[in-house]
Each structure stands twice: as structure tokens, then as C-alpha cells.
């Protein structure tokens, strides 16, 4: 191979790359958000610097089914998501993330820096409950429950008229946040960086909302329960088509003065 043929690999390994080049489109992917009240100390442990807890003392647990993905085919997420401030934005810090699929997996590490491990996730309706599990190392380290479909949110039941998802729109759209560390071949990190980044042309399909419970068991290579259950606020249930995009560097460890405290 040349240099131009090597500059021009999408990923690793040449022979066979991982993942092709980007943007990737989702269709049909399906959300469980639990949303719930934690430890207010565990939660500022978990944010890297510049990232503030946003005061609310919540944490997201997801399960997301991705059954049809550009580049990176059919698979299932969970993972635990914190609502966090970078200055005056409001912003979602991905603290942990947990899959079935390896092009996802070094293609989220390796652009991105999504904090991905191979995992046994699932969200699926088991008879009137919507279930979603996390099994790690044949452990099951998460259990996420929601009633199935109870209130509608994209259409009024009653008044037999759709409703606007400009709300669900606009929290997709919030700047996601994530740590990326990559190593250089002496062991001391190349890439220390907050990149961040925002999904795009969204088309929400159907959205519900409803009851919810959340069960954690603590476990050292999946810690999910590091950010304990204090009380569960209730769960949303979406499908919908969106576009991941590449993203940018928000925050620089490696700079002397990192951009986001010279833009100060």
C-alpha cells in the first residue's frame, strides 16, 4: 500500500476495516430512558473537569435498540448518562456504555471516545412490561422495567390529534459529552480530550411515557451501581431515525491552556 492508500483507510485493520467513514445513520432505534435520583458526591466524582453537576442530582440509564445502523448493523446499548454543565451550556456526559457488536465498539472509542465495553444488553416487551437487562460477565448488573405505552406523547388519545415532538426533538439535540483517552505506544496518553457532539436530522416516530423501576447490582468491571438508586421519577419510551455525526473537541487535557478555559 502506499501512503495515499493508507491515509485513506477508514479504520483499522486495512485488510478488513472495522467500520466505514461516516456520517451513520439510525433508523427505527428504540429508546428506554429511566430517569432517576442519585448521590450527589458519586455524581461529581464521575465528572471529568471542566463538566459541573447540573444540580439536579439525576442520572439517565438507557437501553437502546439499534436494529438497522449504517456501518455498524444491528445491535443493542445500555449505559448510564449524566446531566452536566460545561459553562453556561447544558450538556449529557456519557459516563458508561455497555454493547453486544464490535464495530460500534472501536468505531465509538476510536472517534468518538464513547466509553464502550462488550456487554449482553436487551430491551425487549415482555407481555405488558417493557424489560430492558445489562449482563456482564454472566452477571446481571442493571434491570430497567417501564409499563408498556401507558401515556402517549406524540398524540392526544381524547382529542384524536397528533402531537408536536418538538420537545423530544429538542432533548435529543442537547450536546452529548464524552471523555476520550487514547494511549500513545509509550503508555502515556496521546488523545486526552471532551469531544463532544449532536445528533441530527431526527424523526421521532412514536413516543410514550409511564411508570418505571431501575435495579442495580454493584459489580467491579460494570459499576453502574457506583451511582446508586435513591428514587426513580419515571421512565420515556421513543422510536426514532437520527444521524450521528462526527463531532468536536470541546475540551484539550494535553494543551497548556486548554481551548475551553482560553475561550474563557
Known amino acids: ?15 478488513s476495516p472495522s467500520y466505514p467513514r461516516g456520517p ?5 432505534r428504540e429508546y428506554l430512558i429511566i430517569t432517576y435520583e442519585t448521590d450527589a458526591d458519586a455524581l461529581r466524582d464521575a465528572l471529568p473537569e471542566p463538566l459541573q453537576p447540573d444540580g439536579s442530582n439525576t442520572a439517565l440509564f438507557e437501553f437502546i435498540r439499534m436494529p438497522d445502523s449504517s456501518g455498524f448493523g444491528d ?8 446531566p452536566a454543565r460545561l459553562g453556561d451550556e447544558h450538556v449529557n456526559f456519557t459516563a458508561q456504555m455497555y454493547l453486544d457488536d464490535e464495530p460500534p ?21 415482555v407481555q405488558d412490561t417493557l424489560t430492558g437487562t445489562l449482563e456482564y460477565a454472566s452477571v ?10 401507558h401515556q402517549h406523547l406524540l398524540y392526544d388519545v381524547e382529542g384524536r390529534r397528533a402531537c ?47 411508570p418505571a423501576r431501575l435495579g442495580l447490582v454493584p459489580h467491579v ?11 426513580v421519577f419515571g421512565a420515556v419510551h421513543f422510536i426514532a431515525d437520527i444521524t450521528l455525526p462526527y463531532g468536536l ?16
Open 105 to 125: 465498539i472501536a468505531g465509538g472509542r476510536e472517534i468518538w471516545g464513547f466509553p464502550k465495553k462488550h456487554a449482553r444488553p436487551r430491551l425487549s416487551v
Open 164 to 210: 408536536s415532538p418538538a420537545s423530544i426533538i429538542d432533548k435529543m439535540s442537547t450536546t452529548q459529552v464524552n471523555l476520550k483517552i487514547i494511549p500513545g505506544v509509550d503508555g502515556a496518553p496521546a488523545i486526552a480530550q471532551l469531544v463532544g457532539y449532536n445528533l441530527a436530522d431526527i424523526r421521532v416516530k412514536g413516543a410514550w411515557s409511564g
Open 221 to 231: 468491571n460494570a459499576p453502574v451501581a457506583d451511582l446508586p438508586v435513591k428514587r
Open 249 to 264: 473537541v470541546l475540551h484539550d487535557y494535553m494543551e497548556v491552556v486548554p481551548r475551553s478555559e482560553a475561550a474563557a
Open 75 to 82: 445491535y443493542t446499548e445500555s449505559g448510564v448518562v449524566i
Open 24 to 28: 451513520y445513520r439510525f433508523i427505527d
Open 1 to 15: 500500500m502506499k501512503r495515499e492508500d493508507v491515509l485513506a483507510l477508514p479504520s483499522m485493520p486495512a485488510a
Open 140 to 149: 446481571q448488573v442493571a434491570v430497567g422495567t417501564m409499563g408498556y405505552k
